[in-house]
């Protein structure tokens, strides 16, 4: 006959929510998002001078492409946090043209629209507009397909 023995192991994060302390999670993320809020406008600021960068950095002769796309990314992730989905998505469409295979053919015209979509997005009228928002969103997909059927064509 087997003699069957039950072996259950310490977990220290289980021992650690047991011990009294701390606080508790809802208070947790209202600091989290107080903290947030206490850098947006820093962090925004910082958004729009890395649109201005990618500008800078997509011209005639002299264009660093790898950097368009660290900033891009940086953009999409930052404008995540702060809820300006559709500058994340701009962004986003931004990085997907700098990471495709034909990224060293990309007209410099086609980031240049991006930033100009992410600058648009940026400013009051718009950033206070739902349908202003899906607009520029709606017309930048429209060139962003036209790029990849020229792409897939050419």
Do not use: W
């Not at 997509?58 to 796309?69: F, K, L, M, T, V």
């Not at 992730?77 to 809820?83: K, M, P, Q």
């Not at 940026?122 to 950033?127: E, G």
Request: glycine share 6%; net charge positive.
């Amino acid at each position: 006959m087997t003699v069957v023995r039950k072996f259950t192991p310490e977990v220290r994060l289980k021992k650690l929510l047991a011990e009294s302390g701390g606080i508790r999670a809802d208070e947790a993320l209202a600091r989290a998002d107080k903290g947030i809020e206490d850098i947006r406008g820093y962090c925004l600021d910082a958004i729009d001078a890395k649109i201005e960068q990618i500008m800078a950095l997509a011209q005639p002769g002299q264009s660093d492409i790898e950097r368009c796309y660290v900033l891009s990314n940086e953009i999409y992730a930052e404008a995540g946090t702060f809820g300006l989905a559709e500058l994340s998505v701009a962004a986003h469409s931004l990085c997907s043209l700098l990471s495709s295979p034909e990224r060293n053919r990309i007209p410099l015209t086609a980031i240049h629209v991006h930033v100009d979509s992410m600058r648009v997005l940026r400013t009051p009228a718009v950033s206070a507009n739902k349908a202003m928002r899906g607009a520029v969103l709606g017309e930048l997909r429209k060139l962003t397909a036209k790029y990849a059927q020229a792409a897939a064509a050419g």
